[in-house]
């Protein structure tokens, strides 16, 4: 996982902003905010985690998949788990 420990600082920086983004549509919905508020929020959250998840797909994928020093068999494995998750993302 030597790409997440590359990406630490950036990866950390976009997880505080979904965070911050998090806290701000529970402001939003206490204030009793109107429907436009609070979908312009989920919307902003969703584009905030969607990068997250690209950038760090992205980097995987790279490194796991496009390494030249893997087995047919390990890369058959890596394919399988990032097809898992990106179902399960994707639902």
Do not use: F
């Not at 990866?11 to 998090?22: P, S």
């Not at 939003?28 to 902003?44: F, G, P």
Request: glycine fraction near 4%; aromatic fraction near 2%; charged fraction near 30%.
């Amino acid at each position: 996982m030597a790409h997440i420990e590359q990406s630490k600082k950036k990866l950390l920086t976009r997880v505080r902003r979904i965070k911050g983004q998090a806290e701000a549509l529970e402001r939003v919905l206490e204030n009793k905010a109107s429907c436009m508020d609070v979908l312009q929020q989920i919307a902003a959250m969703r584009g905030a985690v969607n990068g997250l998840m690209t950038e760090v797909l992205n980097s995987h994928i790279e490194e796991h998949l496009g390494a030249d020093d893997i087995s047919p068999q390990q890369r058959k494995e890596e394919v399988a788990d990032v097809m898992a998750i990106l179902k399960s993302y994707l639902r």
